[in-house]
């Protein structure tokens, strides 16, 4: 039982407002200028899309996630900072890296360029101290320098079958994530048993001033937002104008019961490079508690500063 709570924190400490307990502010989708809403729903309709069309095509996308796997196809210099906070919301440690990711030989190579660490970090043996982080580390960067982001296929057992849960609420929510104890049907917000809770509706707008994009939210209604009948609060995706592929998503996700707790948020944009669509901007912040363990609250923020075609090396200055 202990290590399937754990697993539901897991899966659910992996993604504006300021967090309970916390001193940070993690300004999401909604609070971003990367996006200007400039159209009703209305124009929407009559250019004949409607509400199932972008419920559809969230159900049924992979464009998404192969956007991270994408990331193979270029070498990339990324910048993270990642913060964790103690109960009373001080920060007990900083991680700030530059992390440069080649990807022109036949393997992945990963080289620390810049590694500043402060406070409570790291375990005895090396690795992360909090879960929360050792996570992320494998969802979008893997950490034992092997391929970015391999994932979802098949769901396996053990370790790898969590972290492919995880995954899977990431990059495909609104589908069934079996195996989650008391939450495992909540993730399915488009159902006919979740729609009594949530609000859908779409406008046209504008990405990082001049892409145009729908966008389709999806939000639960004020007389549940605090009712443990949900546990996606909003969600928000973007799709791009000319060929309804997914560029960003916003989520918000918290839930409370006598077991375990979580509030959590993430934000993912991405851009396009050449025919590629690849992730530019990963933000998260959230904090999960369960009974007999330190309660965990983190941010980060990971951003790719610069992409070049795998044959075209980058060169660092000196």
């Not at 004949?48 to 070498?75: C, P, V």
Request: proline share 4%; charged share 25%; glycine share 6%.
């Amino acid at each position: 039982m202990k290590k399937n709570v754990l697993v539901i924190l897991f899966i659910l400490g992996s993604f504006s407002t300021e967090l309970k307990a916390q001193k940070f502010i993690y300004r999401g989708r909604d609070t971003n200028p990367t996006v200007t809403i400039d159209t009703p729903a209305l124009v929407i309709s009559k250019r004949g899309l409607s509400e199932k069309d972008f419920i559809d095509q969230m159900l049924a996308d992979t464009g998404f996630y192969q956007a991270f796997r994408n990331l193979k196809r270029f070498n990339l210099l990324s910048e993270e900072d990642i913060k964790t906070y103690s109960k009373k919301g001080l920060t007990e440690s900083h991680i700030e890296r530059r992390i440069l990711h080649d990807n022109s030989g036949n393997r992945y190579k990963q080289t620390l360029l810049q590694d500043i660490d402060s406070g409570e970090v790291y375990k005895h043996n090396g690795k992360y101290k909090l879960f929360t982080v050792q996570m992320f580390n494998y969802i979008f960067e893997n950490d034992k320098n092997s391929d970015l982001a391999d994932g979802p296929a098949s769901i396996q057992k053990g370790d790898e079958g969590y972290k492919q849960k995880l995954k899977r609420l990431i990059f495909q929510p609104g589908t069934p994530i079996e195996g989650i104890p008391f939450i495992s049907k909540k993730t399915e917000i488009f159902s006919p048993e979740m729609r009594k809770y949530y609000t859908y509706s779409y406008s046209s707008a504008s990405y990082y001033g001049s892409e145009p994009v729908y966008r389709f939210a999806v939000s639960v209604k004020p007389e549940f937002r605090n009712d443990g009948s949900v546990m996606i609060k909003d969600l928000v995706t973007l799709f791009d104008k000319t060929n309804f592929k997914i560029l960003g998503r916003y989520i918000n996700m918290k839930y409370d019961n006598p077991f375990f707790s979580f509030d959590v948020k993430m934000n993912i944009e991405t851009r396009y490079f050449g025919d590629d669509q690849i992730p530019v901007l990963i933000q998260y912040a959230g904090n999960w508690d369960i009974p007999f363990h330190k309660k965990e609250s983190a941010a980060f923020t990971v951003k790719m500063t610069t992409v070049q075609a795998k044959n075209d090396p980058i060169i660092l200055k000196k």
